[in-house]
T-cell receptor, first 114, second 115 residues
Framework: AQSVAQPEDQVNVAEGNPLTVKCTYS??????LFWYVQYPNRGLQFLLK??????LVKGSYGFEAEFNKSQTSFHLKKPSALVSDSALYFC????????????FGSGTKLNVKP | GAVVSQHPSWVICKSGTSVKIECRSL??????MFWYRQFPKQSLMLMAT?????????EQGVEKDKFLINHASLTLSTLTVTSAHPEDSSFYIC???????????FGQGTRLTVV
């Protein structure tokens, strides 16, 4: 079965400090990996994705993610958090297949305090 | 970036009535669209995969007669909640898959409240 795990329901960090939001996956084959952000009552906004190539992927708003195949992880990172980064973050994987179906993690609420 | 427009953003309806939600890809063609449901403080639950010109594929446990999906064109998919009940109240999000970008782009979501 395909699955995505975000072990932390919530992450608290002070503004200016680095942040990490964790994601591990269990998907057969070579999945595509994604991070999305959701603000209250809004749809998901794409942050970044990993398809192939360099394990460190840079995305929108200063976020980056590191793909680790041996640990099947795709953690989201940012060197210096902003209060405006506070939102709900979802990790997602897609197995290249006919239906192009996405599997989402349970989400991690990021709280950045001034 | 690609824009997916979902309409309406919010709707209140009476029990027993039907509600239609539209999902449009504004600047690309989407042969595949997805409909998700999100409960408060929970992740997105895939309801169905909508393929242009053919019947939608529903996930296990989703009533196809209650959640009617139509994907009549490459830029429009609709979700109709039939005979709505208060337990159908939720946040519904659509996404459209752009093959060339290998990305799914999401609509802003629809907050449905059934009273």
């Amino acid at each position: 079965a395909q699955s995505v795990a975000q072990p932390e329901d919530q992450v608290n960090v002070a503004e200016g400090n680095p942040l990490t939001v964790k994601c591990t996956y269990s998907v057969s084959g070579n999945p595509y990996l994604f991070w999305y952000v959701q603000y209250p009552n809004r749809g998901l906004q794409f942050l970044l994705k990993y398809i192939t190539g360099d394990n460190l992927v840079k995305g929108s708003y200063g976020f980056e993610a590191e793909f680790n195949k041996s640990q099947t992880s795709f953690h989201l990172k940012k060197p210096s958090a902003l209060v405006s980064d506070s939102a709900l973050y979802f990790c997602a994987v897609r197995r290249p297949s006919y239906f192009n179906k996405f599997y989402f993690g349970s989400g991690t609420k990021l709280n950045v305090k001034p | 970036g690609a824009v997916v427009s979902q309409h309406p953003s919010w709707v209140i309806c009476k029990s027993g009535t039907s509600v239609k939600i539209e999902c449009r890809s504004l600047d690309f063609q989407a042969t595949t669209m997805f409909w998700y449901r999100q409960f408060p403080k929970q992740s997105l639950m895939l309801m169905a995969t909508s393929n242009e010109g053919s019947k939608a594929t529903y996930e296990q446990g989703v009533e196809k007669d209650k959640f009617l999906i139509n994907h009549a064109s490459l830029t429009l998919s609709t979700l109709t909640v039939t005979s709505a009940h208060p337990e159908d109240s939720s946040f519904y999000i659509c996404s459209a898959y752009w093959v060339r970008k290998t990305e799914a782009f999401f609509g802003q979501g629809t907050r449905l409240t059934v009273v």
